[in-house]
C-alpha cells in the first residue's frame, strides 16, 4: 500500500506542534531568511530546533521554506552557516526555487534532500527531468496542473510529486508573477507579495467598458481537493500539501485533522477499492467554516476555470472553532532495583532503546520507609516532556531510605538521554560528510550573438525592422526573435531567413508548457529545426529543446531567474548559452553579477502576470479570438492584457513599457554588451521610433534626434529594484 503524506503549514513553533498533534505527516515552516512568506512570523534558531526535535519524536517530519531568489551579495557565508544550522539539527528537506541555490546545496549539502518549489512553475515531464539531473528529490508542480497532468509526469519520471490540496490560490502561475513587484515595490519573488490579484479592476475592451459579475476579476476562491483525495491518489501523488503559513492555529489544525482522516479512512479501504470514497456534507461543511474566499474550487484537477474566480470581494470567511489537539506522547516503561547497601537503578525504556540511571546507595530506613507508592508519583511526573510513563516494573527491598529528589533527578534525566538518544539518529556531522562528484552537462556553445536582440509579435513590427535593416544607417547587427505563439510569424521562417540574411533568427518558447502548447511544439518539430536558436522561459522548455535534439543557440529567459552567480553559472552548465536578466534586479546589484554573456531589456512591456486562466473567458466567452482587453486599477492605471490561444494562457502586461535607452553610462558599468528589445503592442511608427533611439544611444550614429524623457515609459526596476 502507498501511502500519501500530510504536509501541514506552521507559522509559529505552538502551530507546528499543533498541527503534528492534528495528525500531519510532516510540516513546512520558514525560518527568518529567504522565506516566501516574509511577513510571517518565521522560526529563529531556537524554536527551530525545538519544532525538529519535536517532529522527530514523534516520527515525523520538517521542512524548510528558503523558496526566495538570493541575490549574489547573499551568498556569503551566512547563508552557509544558515542552511548548516538546519542540516545539523535533521533536517528532512528544503524547499527551493532559485537554481543557483539548487546547486550550492548540492554542492555543499548532497545528502539533503532539496524539493523542487512550485514557483519553479514546473508543468510536464521535460522539467522535472532536467531538475532531477540538478539532484532535485521532489517536485511541487505548479498549481494549474489537471490530475491527468499530474499522473503524466509521475508515470514518466517515477518523481515525488508534492501537490497543493487546500488552501489560497494565486491568479498567476507562481514565480512569473511581477505585478506585485512593479506595482507595489513588494516581490513575490521575495516573499513579499501585496497581493494585487485580491483588488478590484475594471475592465474595457475596444476602450468600452464592460459589465461583469464584479470587479475582483483576478482573486480566485480557495482550493478544496478533500473530495478529489482518490484521483489524486490514483495520480501518484506522493504528498497532499496544505497552504496557510500565515492561517491562525485553528485553521491549520483542524484542516489538517480533517485531511489525516480522510487520507487513513482511503488508504484503510484501498484494498476494497477507492471508488466508495466519499466526504460527509457536515465535514464538508466544517472546512467552509474554518475559511474559505467565496466558497471552494477545484476546478484547476480538472482543466476548468469558468468557476474559480470570487469576482466580489474576497474576504476570508470563517466562524470561531475552539478545538484543541493533545500530544500522542512516546509510551515509557520503567525499571526500579533498589537493594540496600547497592546504588538504586532505575531503567527507561522505549522501543529499542535502554537509559540506564545509577543513584545514590539504598539504605535501611530508620523513620518512615519509602514505598513504591512514594517512588511512582515521582515516577510518573513526565511534565512537559513527550513520554508518558505506561509502566513502572520494581525489584526493590522492604524497609528502605532512598532520597525522593534523588528520584526526581534520576527519571529526569533518563528521559533527558532517552530523547537525546532518539534524536541522535536524525542529527547529522558536517564532517562527516561525503561529497558526490557532481557532473557538469553538454559543453556550452560558443557561438555569438549580435549586439542587439529585437523580439517582435507582430507583421508591422517586422515590417518596421525591415525600414531601417534596408536603410543600412546604422552599423550594429541585430538577431531577431519570434514567439512560436505568433503562429503566423513563426511559420514564416523560410521568408524571413531570406529577408534578413544578416541576422540569425530566434524562436521564443511559451512562458508556460502545458498540453496545448507542447502540442504545438510537437508538431512543428520541422519548423523549429529552421530557427538559429531558441529563447526559453521555463525549465520545460530549456528541456524540451534539449530532448528533442535541436540545435543552436539556447538562451535563457528572464523568467529562468538567474539572480546571482551561482544561477548564472548553473544555467550555463545545463547547456544554456546566454540568460536575459532578471527584470527586478538594479543596477547595483547588476554590477555586481556576472554579465558577460547577460542580455539587457532596454525597452520593453514587462509581462506582470502569467495565467491559466483567461479574462477573456471569464469575462466575456471562451472565442479562441485573441484580443487585448485593459483592466485599469483603483489608482487609474491601466494594463493591457492578452489571451495567448495558441498555447492557451493569460499574460497581464505593465502599464508602461520600460526604457533604459537614456541609461548608456550606468548600462555600461555593469558590463553589458547585449542588449534586447521587446515589442508587444507597439504599432509600426513607434517600433520604427524605439529602435532609432536605441541607434542614436547605444550605437553613437549621431543621429539628430530628440532624446527626452517622456511620461510614457517607466525605468521599471532599474533604478529601485527590489528588497
Not at 545539523?88 to 523542487?116: A, K, S, Y
Not at 501518484?236 to 485531511?259: C, D, W
Request: hydrophobic share 35%; with cysteine; charged share 25%.
Amino acid at each position: 500500500m502507498r501511502n500519501m503524506e500530510v504536509l501541514a503549514p506552521a507559522g509559529n513553533i505552538e502551530i507546528f506542534k499543533s498541527v503534528i498533534d492534528a495528525g500531519a505527516d510532516a510540516v513546512y515552516f520558514g525560518g527568518k531568511h529567504f522565506s516566501a512568506r516574509a511577513f510571517a512570523n518565521n522560526f529563529d534558531y531556537k524554536e527551530s530546533e525545538e519544532a525538529l526535535n519535536y517532529a522527530h519524536l514523534h516520527g515525523k517530519k520538517a521542512y524548510l521554506t528558503l523558496n526566495t531568489l538570493i541575490k549574489n551579495k547573499e551568498f556569503n557565508d551566512d547563508l552557509y552557516d544558515y542552511i548548516s544550522f538546519y542540516y545539523e539539527n535533521g533536517l528532512d528537506g528544503i524547499i527551493v526555487q532559485d537554481i543557483g541555490l539548487i546547486q550550492f546545496i548540492r554542492d555543499e549539502f548532497p545528502d539533503l534532500n532539496v524539493h523542487g518549489s512550485t514557483q519553479l512553475a514546473i508543468c510536464n515531464s521535460y522539467g522535472v527531468k532536467l531538475l532531477e539531473k540538478l539532484g532535485v528529490t521532489r517536485i511541487v508542480p505548479a498549481r494549474e496542473l489537471s490530475l491527468e497532468e499530474i499522473r503524466n509526469i509521475h508515470d514518466e519520471t517515477g518523481m515525488e510529486l508534492e501537490v497543493f490540496v487546500h488552501g489560497a490560490l494565486c491568479y498567476c502561475y507562481s514565480g512569473d508573477c511581477l505585478m506585485s513587484s512593479l506595482i507595489g515595490k513588494r516581490s513575490g519573488n521575495r516573499g513579499r507579495c501585496a497581493q494585487p490579484c485580491r483588488l478590484p479592476y475594471e475592465i474595457y475592451l475596444d476602450n468600452k467598458p464592460l459589465k461583469t459579475k464584479g470587479n475582483y476579476i483576478l482573486s480566485l476562491k480557495d482550493l478544496c481537493g478533500i473530495n478529489d483525495l482518490p484521483g489524486l491518489y490514483r495520480s501518484g501523488v506522493s504528498s497532499l500539501k496544505i497552504e496557510g503559513r500565515m492561517k491562525q492555529k485553528q485553521y491549520a489544525t483542524n484542516v489538517v485533522y480533517l485531511y489525516r482522516k480522510y487520507v487513513d479512512s482511503l488508504l484503510d479501504n484501498e484494498a476494497k477499492g477507492i471508488d466508495d470514497y466519499k466526504v460527509k456534507e457536515n465535514d464538508y461543511r466544517f472546512l467552509l467554516d474554518l475559511g474559505n474566499r467565496c466558497g471552494f474550487t477545484n476546478s484547476y484537477y480538472y482543466k476548468n476555470t469558468n468557476d474559480m474566480v470570487t469576482f466580489i470581494k474576497p474576504n476570508h470567511q470563517n466562524k470561531e472553532i475552539d478545538y484543541e489537539f493533545t500530544e500522542e506522547k512516546l509510551k515509557v516503561t520503567l525499571d526500579v532495583k533498589a537493594k540496600i547497601d547497592n546504588p538504586i537503578m532505575i531503567t527507561a525504556n522505549y522501543n529499542d532503546y535502554s537509559i540506564n540511571k545509577q543513584g545514590s546507595k539504598v539504605e535501611k530506613a530508620s523513620k518512615r520507609p519509602v514505598t513504591t507508592d512514594d517512588i511512582s508519583a515521582r515516577l510518573k511526573k513526565s511534565g512537559s516532556t513527550s513520554f508518558d510513563i505506561t509502566s513502572i516494573n520494581y525489584e526493590i527491598d522492604d524497609n528502605i531510605f532512598i532520597p525522593l529528589g534523588e528520584i526526581n533527578r534520576l527519571r529526569r534525566e533518563a528521559l533527558e538521554e532517552l530523547e537525546d538518544i532518539i534524536l541522535s539518529a536524525f542529527k547529522r556531522n558536517k564532517s562527516d560528510m561525503i561529497k558526490d562528484d557532481i557532473a557538469e552537462s553538454n559543453t556550452i556553445n560558443k557561438a555569438n550573438i549580435s549586439p542587439l536582440l529585437i523580439s517582435i509579435s507582430t507583421n508591422e513590427q517586422l515590417e518596421a525592422i525591415g525600414n531601417i535593416y534596408n536603410a543600412k544607417d546604422y552599423s550594429m547587427d541585430f538577431d531577431l526573435s519570434i514567439p512560436v505563439s505568433e503562429y503566423e510569424l513563426f511559420e514564416r521562417i523560410d521568408e524571413i531567413k531570406a529577408i534578413y540574411k544578416d541576422s540569425r533568427i530566434f524562436v521564443e518558447l511559451p512562458i508556460v508548457i502545458r498540453d496545448k502548447a507542447l502540442n504545438l511544439l510537437e508538431n512543428n518539430i520541422s519548423l523549429l529545426t529552421k530557427y538559429d536558436g531558441y529563447i526559453v522561459s521555463s525549465y520545460d522548455g530549456a528541456s524540451f529543446v534539449k530532448d528533442k535534439g535541436l540545435k543552436g543557440i539556447i538562451i535563457a529567459g528572464s523568467h529562468l531567474y538567474s539572480y546571482n552567480n551561482n544561477a548564472v553559472n548553473t544555467i550555463n552548465n545545463l547547456g544554456i548559452d546566454y540568460n536575459i536578466s532578471p527584470l527586478e534586479l538594479n543596477y547595483k546589484e547588476l554590477i555586481h553579477r556576472n554579465n558577460s554573456n547577460s542580455i539587457l531589456t532596454v525597452y520593453g512591456r514587462y509581462p506582470m502576470m502569467v495565467s491559466a486562466n483567461c479574462i477573456n473567458k471569464n469575462c466575456i466567452s471562451c472565442d479562441k479570438k485573441e484580443k487585448i482587453i485593459k483592466i485599469k486599477d483603483k489608482k487609474g492605471y491601466s494594463f493591457p492584457v492578452r489571451n495567448k490561444c495558441k498555447v492557451c494562457y493569460n499574460v497581464i502586461y505593465n502599464d508602461l513599457p520600460t526604457c533604459l535607452l537614456e541609461e548608456t553610462e550606468l548600462i555600461d558599468k555593469a558590463g553589458f554588451k547585449l542588449y534586447r528589445i521587446d515589442f508587444t503592442f507597439e504599432d509600426k511608427n513607434e517600433t520604427i521610433d524605439i529602435l532609432r533611439r536605441f541607434y542614436s544611444n547605444f550605437n553613437n550614429n549621431n543621429i539628430d534626434y530628440d532624446l527626452r524623457s517622456e511620461s510614457k515609459y517607466t525605468k521599471g526596476h532599474f533604478k529601485r529594484g527590489v528588497e
